[in-house]
């Protein structure tokens, strides 16, 4: 499973936006998730159309993406390597 910190690098390569490289969590459209052990990054990608380009883009990386989530959203999910996210204590 890939870290969040590599997951940033790489969407920062996909857009040519250094923000998400250097603020990761707290780049804009970005939040998380952790249910027990497995944690999330959650995307806005804006329209479906670009959900899919980046889906495609981070699955060719061997990303785990989950396409069936929120099926029809501009929002993708992207399972990283445990880290304490939102909700870890929970």
């Known amino acids: 499973m890939k870290s969040k910190k590599q997951l940033f690098i790489d969407l920062s390569v996909y857009s040519g936006n250094p923000e998400f ?3 990761g969590l707290q ?8 249910y027990g052990r497995k944690s999330c990054i959650y ?3 804006g329209t479906v159309d670009e959900r899919k ?21 501009s929002r993708t999910e992207v399972q990283v390597s445990y880290f304490k996210g939102e909700g870890w204590n929970e």
């Open 43 to 45: 995307i806005n990608c």
């Open 53 to 73: 380009n980046i889906e495609g883009f981070l699955a060719a990386r061997r990303y785990k993406v989950n396409r069936n989530y929120n099926p029809g959203g």
């Open 27 to 34: 780049a804009k459209g970005i939040s998380n998730e952790t």
């Open 21 to 23: 490289a250097e603020k």
